[in-house]
């Protein structure tokens, strides 16, 4: 049996959370490939900027790393799944 217990966060806390998004792009190991990696929150502010460079973006292949994102709401879920 698994048991979480979450609280929720002060208001304080949610100031992290107001920093933009930071979108930085390097070549991969393999031709054709590019990856972005996201710093930030991506949320309703920063979604469209995050859409408009993955649409930029003509590689055959583009890996996106979401490791420096610490935040996300319906609205960036939306730009990851929905027709970027």
Do not use: W
């Not at 992290?16 to 930030?40: C, D, P, V, W, Y």
């Amino acid at each position: 049996m698994v048991c979480c217990l979450a609280s929720p966060l002060p208001i304080e806390s949610t100031a992290m959370f107001s920093k933009s998004l930071q979108i930085t792009a390097e070549l991969g190991a393999r031709e054709g490939t590019r990856i972005l990696h996201l710093n930030g929150p991506l949320d309703m502010e920063t979604t469209l900027e995050f859409q408009r460079v993955v649409r930029a973006e003509s590689s055959p292949v583009l890996i996106v790393d979401f490791g420096g994102v610490p935040y996300m709401d319906s609205a960036g879920l939306g730009a990851i799944v929905g027709d970027t």
